[in-house]
């Protein structure tokens, strides 16, 4: 259901069960933390992250009961997910084409550079499904607008591409033809930069930047888990 290549110096992880528009199970979840990792190991300059299949993902896959893993534990692979795409020191590229929803808009935020079809959808559709996205408060606005942010988590309502380029949860927007050649072209323009140039700037922006520590990501993931446990009250 996850693909994972490497050619040269471009790592390339393929979300590929299009039949479920590749709703991310568990299994999914650990097999692209994996992946994420074996991409900052191999050294490449460059990340894409796609999707096979009309959606790029509607997010954690919702209906599904993992059997001895609690709720705090799963909820917890958010957070490695997250980090370790901005453990990436070389330049991350999201392709996003069809819904991007929940953890799929996460990944658009977390990628050094996101592009979207013409027909993307993106949003934080948790509340939809009976969830308060804490983890997502908590990252949110230090990517976009707090007031936007907050709107975005409340109400849950889908995001075309247009407006998620607009309010920045896409970097820009191509014709859907023509995403595939936007990542490559966006690599070849960057291919000739000098490495450790764009690495420093990579370490710099993380280093300096203000997402939320652990402990703030950590205290959302807890209170979360011990809502759903309590019943939702």
Same mark, same amino acid.
């Given at each position: 259901? $996850?693909?994972?290549? &490497? ?6 992880? =393929?979300? +590929? ?7 991310? =199970? ?14 900052? /190991?191999? @050294? ?10 009309? +959606? ?7 209906? %599904? &009961?993992?059997?001895?893993?609690? @709720?705090?534990?799963?909820?917890? #692979?958010? $957070?490695?997910?997250?980090?370790? $795409? ?5 330049? !991350? ?17 977390? !990628? ?18 009976? #969830?308060?996205? #804490? ?15 907050? %709107?975005?988590?409340?109400?849950? @309502?889908?995001?075309?591409?247009? %407006? ?13 033809? /023509? ?8 690599? %070849?323009?960057?291919?000739?930069? #000098?490495?450790?140039? $764009?690495?420093?700037? @990579?370490?710099?922006?993380? !280093? ?26």
């Amino acid at each position: 259901m $996850l693909l994972y290549t &490497k050619t040269d110096d471009i790592a390339r992880i =393929t979300f +590929d069960s299009p039949a479920t528009s590749n709703a991310i =199970t568990f299994r999914m979840m650990n097999d692209y933390i994996a992946a994420l990792t074996a991409a900052r /190991e191999s @050294r490449a300059r460059f990340l894409l992250i796609d999707a096979n299949g009309a +959606d790029f993902t509607l997010g954690r896959d919702q209906k %599904e &009961k993992v059997p001895d893993i609690t @709720r705090e534990q799963n909820l917890t #692979l958010i $957070l490695k997910a997250n980090a370790a $795409l901005r453990a990436f020191d070389g330049v !991350s590229i999201a392709l996003i084409q069809g819904r991007a929803l929940g953890f799929g808009t996460g990944i658009s935020l977390h !990628s050094t550079i996101s592009i979207g079809a013409d027909d993307a959808v993106l949003g934080f559709d948790e509340i939809n499904h009976g #969830l308060a996205p #804490l983890v997502v408060a908590a990252y949110a606005p230090y990517y976009i607008a707090p007031r936007i942010a907050q %709107e975005l988590v409340i109400t849950g @309502r889908p995001v075309p591409a247009g %407006e998620a380029r607009a309010i920045g949860l896409l970097s820009r927007v191509v014709p859907r033809a /023509e995403l595939q050649q936007a990542g490559l072209a966006t690599i %070849e323009s960057l291919s000739g930069h #000098l490495p450790s140039a $764009l690495r420093l700037l @990579r370490d710099y922006h993380e !280093s300096e930047a203000r997402y939320p520590d652990d402990a703030v990501l950590a205290n959302a993931v807890q209170r979360l888990a011990r809502w759903i446990e309590q019943g939702k009250p």
